[in-house]
C-alpha cells in the first residue's frame, strides 16, 4: 500500500462515529402448538388445572361424612339446650332463688343420707356387741321400710294440700304430676283422702272422680305430706309446676305448712307369691 493510500484511510477512520448503534434483535415468538403437540401451559392454569374439577378419595368422603354428622350433632344439642333454658330465661328472679334453693335442699338431704350410711357402718365396725347392734338396726330398717310400704303410721312435719276441683277438669295425670314432685322434693309419706300413697300407685279418671289404685276418690283432693315443708311447697310453685297447671284449669290449691302431719292410712302386707330372701 502507497503512503498516499495509508493516509486516505487514516482519514476515514478517524471520521468514523466512535459509538455504533445497532438495532435490537426482536424476541423469538412462543412456538405455537401445531396439530399433534399442544401448547405449553401456564403457571396459573396448571393450578387450576390441579383444583378444579376436585378428586376426591373414599377415605376423603368418609371423613366428610363423620365431620358433617359430627356437626350437625352439635347444632342439635345447642338447640335443645336453647330450648330448656327459653323455660328459666322468662322466670322471675325469686322463682329462680327459690329453684337454686331447691336443688341446694336436695344436695344436702342426699348429703344427710350419705352421712348416716356412714355412721351406721362405722357403729357395726366398732359396737363391742355388734349382734345387738345389728338386731337395732334391723329394726329400725323395718320401720323405715313399713312407713315406705304404707303398713305402719308416720307422723312429722309436712304440709296439706286442698284441690277445689271447681270446674271438674282435674285430671289423673295432674294428681300423678303432684304426687311425683313431692316425691322428687323429699315426701317420706302422704295420703290423699285416705288412701296410702306407695311406690306401686297407679291413678286413672274415673268418670268426674279419680280413682287411687283403685279406690274412687271425689273433689276435693285432700293430701297429707309428710317431709322437709321447706323443700315440699317450693317443689309445688316453681313456674309452670303443678299449681300454675291446676290454676290454669280453674282448680282452687291451698297449701298449708305444718309441724305435725299424721299420715295414718294404711296398706295390708302382702306377701310375694314368687319372690324369696335370696340372703343364707
Do not use: C
Not at 445497532?22 to 401456564?42: I, K, N, Q, S
Not at 323395718?142 to 315406705?148: M, Y
Not at 323429699?186 to 300413697?197: D, H, S
Amino acid at each position: 500500500m502507497s503512503n498516499e493510500e495509508a493516509t486516505r484511510e487514516n482519514r476515514l477512520r478517524e471520521e468514523l462515529p466512535d459509538e455504533v448503534h445497532t438495532v435490537p434483535e426482536e424476541a423469538p415468538e412462543a412456538p405455537e402448538g401445531d396439530g399433534d403437540r399442544p401448547a405449553e401451559l401456564t403457571g396459573r392454569q396448571r393450578l387450576v388445572k390441579g383444583l378444579w374439577p376436585p378428586r376426591v378419595s373414599r377415605a376423603q368422603l368418609i371423613v366428610a361424612v363423620l365431620l358433617f354428622g359430627l356437626g350437625f350433632g352439635l347444632a342439635v344439642q345447642v338447640a335443645s339446650n336453647s330450648d330448656g333454658d327459653s323455660a328459666l330465661r322468662g322466670a322471675r328472679q325469686e322463682d329462680l332463688v327459690r329453684i337454686l334453693d331447691e336443688l341446694d335442699d336436695r344436695t344436702q338431704r342426699l348429703e344427710d343420707e350419705k352421712q348416716g350410711l356412714e355412721k351406721q357402718r362405722d357403729e357395726l365396725e366398732n359396737s363391742s356387741d355388734q349382734a345387738e347392734e345389728a338386731r337395732r338396726q334391723t329394726v329400725e330398717k323395718e320401720r323405715q321400710l313399713g312407713i315406705l310400704a304404707g303398713t305402719v303410721a308416720a307422723e312429722g312435719p309436712g304440709i296439706r294440700i286442698t284441690i277445689d276441683d271447681t270446674k271438674g277438669t282435674v285430671e289423673a295425670d295432674m294428681l300423678l304430676d303432684a304426687i311425683q314432685e313431692l316425691r322428687a322434693a323429699g315426701a317420706e309419706a302422704m295420703q290423699v283422702n285416705g288412701v296410702r300413697i306407695v311406690a306401686g300407685t297407679y291413678l286413672s279418671d274415673a268418670g268426674n272422680a279419680v280413682s287411687v289404685d283403685g279406690n274412687k276418690i271425689n273433689a276435693p283432693y285432700r293430701f297429707k305430706v309428710i317431709g322437709k315443708p321447706q323443700d315440699l311447697e317450693p317443689a309445688l310453685n316453681i313456674p309452670g309446676g303443678v299449681v300454675q297447671t291446676l290454676e290454669k284449669e280453674q282448680a282452687i290449691v291451698t297449701i298449708e305448712r305444718s309441724d305435725k302431719i299424721v299420715v295414718d292410712a294404711l296398706r295390708a302386707a302382702k306377701r310375694p307369691d314368687y319372690a324369696r330372701s335370696s340372703s343364707r
